[in-house]
């Protein structure tokens, strides 16, 4: 709780610790607690208090234990659960690559203070009845213990005081002010008046500091002021140059999205009529999704664009790289299966693997198209249905040994044989399935496409001619 010393936190965090280590030697390599901070590089919400601390667990290799991070942490929290005097123990799972912020982040933003707090009370309180939504967070935690100075305005006016009055005899007590210094050899010594400390920590003290007035009265500060007493914030956050609160959480395995749980909450409330002056802005891994999707698109059209005119210079004909390109719905056959077939999501790290694989399926439809080209240049009396199926014929080996190694590099990745790594795991499953599919599909529909289009020329020729003689 607020107020909690640092020996208490640490006692508390025993607690935690003795759950620890009553995991599987199998499952835990190593948990280091952090007191008095909140770290982590970005995990949570940086800050420092001395009711707060920090544990990193780092967990065995995913093929080393029998179980995945998300059931290790469901367990943990079900016994944490059952502890007394935590105000809250939250989890994050760290699974590696570019920091992309917590699942859900929204931020409320606005220059009410109290609107924007009761506002983020409600969102808070609005994603904790979701499904799926766990370990609810935000950045407006409170601080130490401070004493707030309510003035009385009319009274202050009336008693020949000013704000700045107050301020600067409130602050000259209590941080003290350097009225002179005196050289002591090479070094300057500044003279601070400051109110001893013994009277300093008097709690009432304050309230009977004497101010003096412009006509030279000595003012007691309790005449012109309430004072309350309380727990105050421990930072303000700004996002755009105005304050904000960020609430964040996290997403239970299960069919529900960040983004689309984000969507709901952002969607449950009418800013315009019900909170004026207030707006949501999406952060987190739901605003990077967005953000990465567009971003994807255009590359994976810009990708597709450049290898056309790479292969129009290639071929010097505007029909053929079509069939080169053509090999790369094969692949996201195999891709989307494999992804349906496991059961994952199609995520961003998946469509990273998309694009690899366009460039190498591309590759294969490139080595058959070309080759058949060349003999047909080389040997213009044979009929074209011999010249495809010779060409296909020797190119099969190439292909399916150099489809076949690649499958091999990949796929063990995939499946964490010899070792895991969640970020590339979904690239290789893309790669190497999307290979599988890609391969033989290309090598059976890819001649048959060749034939096709020489077909569509040919006729093309004849009605060119037949116009003309006519």
Known sequence: PTGSSLDATEDKIKE????????????????????????????????????????????????????????????????????????????????GGPPVGRPIAIRVIGGDDAMRTTLADSVTAYLASIEGVTDIDRDDKLGKEQVEIKIDYPRLSELGLTVADIAQNVRLAYDGQVVTRVRYGDEDVGFRVILEESIR????????????????????????????????????????????????ADIALGDLTPLQATQMAV???????????????????????????????ITMLTAVVAIYFVLILLF????????????????????????????????FLAMMGVIGLMGVVVNDSLILVNYINIHRESEPEKKIKRIVAEGTATRLRPIILTSITTIAGVLPLAYGLGGSDPFLAPMALALGYGILFATPLTLILLPSLYMILDDIGRGYRFLNRLVFKN
């Open 201 to 248: 920590n008097k709690p009432d003290y304050l309230s009977e500091l004497k101010i003096p007035n412009r006509r030279g009265r000595l003012i007691q500060l309790k005449e012109v002021a309430q004072f309350e007493i309380g727990p105050g914030p421990s930072r303000y956050f700004h996002y755009e140059k105005e304050r904000t609160i960020t609430v964040t």
């Open 16 to 95: 935690i610790e003795a759950i620890l280590q009553a995991l599987p030697e199998d499952e835990m390599q190593s948990h280091m607690a952090i007191l008095g901070s909140l770290g982590g590089g970005g995990i949570f919400t940086p800050g420092e208090s001395e009711n707060w601390a920090f544990i990193l667990i780092t967990l065995t290799p995913y093929n080393a234990r029998n179980r995945d991070a998300e059931m290790i942490v469901a367990d943990l929290r079900e016994q944490t659960d059952k502890l007394e005097g935590f105000d809250a123990v939250r989890y994050i799972i760290d699974v």
């Open 316 to 347: 010097n004909s505007v029909t053929q790289p079509l069939l080169v390109i053509i090999a790369i719905p094969f692949g996201l056959i195999g891709v989307i299966g494999a992804f349906a077939m496991h059961g994952e999501p199609l995520g």
């Open 267 to 297: 969607d449950y409330f009418d800013l315009t009529s019900d909170w004026p002056g207030m707006r949501f802005v999406i952060g987190g891994e739901a605003e990077e999704t967005q953000e990465s999707i567009v971003s994807l698109g």
